[in-house]
């Protein structure tokens, strides 16, 4: 079956213009997590929904990002006013229920680079 | 503050050798711990995960060593392979609902020598 997907795959912003990021979750899936992940980094959490239901957004790092999943299914990550460190790929992950030895399942991320 | 340790940034071995990648965490909430593979441009794949009531988990040629105690887990790759090589991220979750967010480690490369 179709796995998670994410687009666009690559984006090139100008400082200070507004981005949004798009994440199609695995179909039924009830959670979906966004991480940011800087080069050389690992994946660093952002926020997570159990269906349209914003649990967790201690990780992001500004008002400037917001996330929303208003059916609970595909998800968007806005930046507002993108700065140069905003530079990083975007993962998304979903998983089944709302158990965490459920596994996540990533899509391929959005490579972000801010000039 | 690093909760999630890989002091390795990249290990080589021999095809068909053991590979061992080694994770060290700090925080004693984590109840959960998992392997992901990473290819260039690809999302992290799952490997293989393990709770903190076993301190063994195998699957096939992978298997998850983990040591409470020393708050240190372990992967082992036998036979390595080539396609095998990757980045590989160990990461960790506590069980409480509501609170599943993964935390990784940065990460060790692995390259399986031909």
């Known amino acids: 079956g179709a796995g998670v997907s994410q687009s666009p795959r690559y984006k090139v912003a100008k400082r200070g213009q507004d981005v949004a990021l798009r994440c199609d979750p695995i179909?039924?899936?009830?959670?979906l997590f966004w991480y940011q992940q800087a080069l050389g980094q690992g994946p660093e959490f952002l926020t997570y929904?159990?269906?349209?239901?914003?649990?967790?957004k201690s990780g992001l790092p500004s008002d400037r990002f917001f996330a929303e999943r208003p059916e609970g299914s595909v998800s968007t990550l806005k930046i507002q006013r993108t700065q140069q460190e905003d530079s990083a790929v975007y993962l998304c992950?979903?998983?089944?229920?709302?158990?965490?030895?459920?596994?996540?399942?990533f899509g391929p991320g959005t490579r972000l680079l801010v000039l | 503050d690093q909760q999630v340790k890989q002091n390795s940034p990249s290990l080589s071995v021999q095809e068909g050798r053991i590979s061992i990648l080694n994770c060290d965490y700090t925080?004693?909430?984590?109840?959960?711990f998992l392997w992901y593979k990473k290819y260039p441009a690809e999302g992290p794949t799952f490997l293989i995960s393990?709770?903190?009531?076993?301190d063994k988990n195998e699957d096939g040629r992978f298997t998850v060593f983990l040591n409470k105690s020393a708050k240190h887990l372990s992967l082992h790759i036998v036979p390595s392979q080539p396609g095998d090589s990757a980045v590989y991220f160990c990461?960790?979750?506590?069980?409480?609902?509501?609170?599943?967010?993964?935390?990784f480690g940065t990460g060790t490369r692995l390259t399986i020598i031909p």
């Open positions: 179909s039924g899936h009830v959670s």
């Open positions: 929904f159990q269906n349209e239901a914003q649990l967790d």
């Open positions: 990461a960790a979750s506590p069980l409480d609902f509501g609170n599943e967010k993964l935390t």
């Open positions: 992950a979903s998983r089944d229920s709302g158990r965490a030895v459920e596994t996540q399942y």
């Open positions: 393990i709770s903190s009531i076993k």
């Open positions: 925080n004693s909430m984590f109840d959960y």
